[in-house]
């Protein structure tokens, strides 16, 4: 039986100082969240291996994660962040490469003013490094970042890349049209992968499952069974119904796919895109 994992990730801590988007406004996740949180969840929903995900734009708190990682062994990869546009980045990227739990790179697209800052060609020597080290790409992307990350796919073939969430497809409006336009354009013209994390956050606070059906078929039939792969964006899963639920609602949403399929989705995509070793993290 393939290993179950949960593709996406967050442990923090507030004394660390440097989650600018988490603040008092943030409800019951403004709190610590560590591994004693987590495994109680973990253990309930079968799950195997996580990839632990940065939730702070600074390579202190990469560094934070790559500690627990080395304490904790069902964490079997680390998704960090290094300043991309830094003269520096290609040595900063080696240097931290050399832990071999960080398996990717995730700057934070969603929070910055300007859409297409990912074009820049102040990247390319970073994008360069991050292909020949193997190290994947998280795009925390939301729907207007999607041209410009259909040429940054064209321009980055070697590069692997993952959309984290979906895109945060904004289920609560109702407006999903150019949404499902590009992300079906993006599957259809490039090898991108595509998380199946953070939609009920995007969803009303008191969502059902109904509510999640098109978004999550639409994104099975742009991606197929080979490149979606599960998470629980815990613990900001927690504003909107928590871990047991958004688990079950992935899973039941998904109940007519081939045994074979479903284990793709969740557990071995995620293992086959950031490289786990067959026993890495049990």
């Given at each position: ?7 996406h ?19 019951s ?54 300043d ?11 240097a931290?490469a ?26 390319r ?13 998280d795009?925390?992307?939301k ?76 994104l099975?039939?742009c991606?197929g069974?080979d ?53 890495e993290?049990?």
């Amino acid at each position: 039986m393939i290993p179950a994992v949960d593709a996406h990730q967050h442990f923090w801590s507030l004394s660390r100082g440097d989650y600018g988007w988490l603040t008092p406004d943030s409800g019951s996740i403004y709190r610590d969240f560590g591994p004693k949180d987590l495994v109680p969840l973990l253990e309930a929903a079968g799950i195997d291996r996580t990839v632990l995900v940065q939730a702070a734009p600074t390579e202190a708190e990469t560094l934070y994660l790559l500690d627990i990682a080395a304490a904790m062994p069902c964490v079997a990869a680390v998704v960090g962040w290094v300043d991309l546009a830094a003269r520096n980045a290609p040595d900063r990227l080696a240097a931290l490469a050399a832990n071999t739990r960080l398996r990717g790179v995730r700057p934070m697209l969603q929070d910055l003013p300007d859409p297409e800052w990912v074009l820049g060609d102040e990247l390319r020597p970073a994008l360069a490094a991050m292909a020949e080290l193997g190290l994947r790409f998280d795009a925390l992307v939301k729907p207007q970042h999607l041209r410009p990350l259909l040429i940054f796919l064209d321009q980055n073939p070697d590069l692997a890349v993952v959309i984290d969430h979906g895109a945060k497809p904004a289920i609560r409006s109702g407006m999903l049209n150019t949404w499902a336009r590009d992300m079906r354009e993006i599957a259809r013209e490039t090898s991108v992968s595509c998380k199946l994390s953070g939609l009920v956050t995007e969803a009303k606070v008191d969502w059902q499952m109904g509510d999640l059906d098109y978004c999550i078929s639409h994104l099975l039939d742009c991606f197929g069974p080979d490149r979606l792969m599960w998470g629980s964006d815990w613990p900001v899963v927690e504003l909107a119904g928590g871990y047991r639920r958004w688990h079950e609602a992935a899973h039941a949403c998904l109940s007519t796919l081939p045994t074979a399929e479903r284990e793709r989705i969740f557990g071995g995509n995620a293992s086959r895109f950031y490289g786990f070793a067959p026993d890495e993290g049990l």
